[in-house]
């Protein structure tokens, strides 16, 4: 007997099997499975656009997702990302001073605290 392929069903037999075949498998996922599946789509969809009418949609999307959060969203990451890009421009060396600087600093106004009770 030879193996069926979708070639053997007509075009309305092929979406009807394709409707059986998503609803059974959402149906057999966990939540966690969902979750999974459903932030890799759309990851794809917001991260894999290519030119300017993808980006656009994308951006149309995100827009109606935040809406009037949108412009907070946006200080958050401008700042999130000059950050880094600070971080990014010190060396190591730069880096450690400043984090032992913090530390002397916050030692001084402890010290500061309790000397004044």
Known sequence: MEELTYKDLSETELDSLKDIY???????????????FVKEIINDQI????????????WEE????????????????????????????????EIEFDRRLGLLKQQQEEKTSKDMW
């Open 47 to 58: 991260k894999g656009t290519f030119g300017n009418a993808e980006e656009k949609e994308a």
């Open 62 to 93: 995100i827009k109606e997702h935040f809406s009037e959060d949108l412009s907070n969203k946006i200080l958050e990451v401008k700042e999130k990302c000059n950050k880094n890009k600070k971080e990014e421009q010190k060396s190591p060396e």
């Open 22 to 36: 998503i609803t059974s498998r959402v149906n057999s996922m966990t939540e966690s499975e969902l979750r999974t």
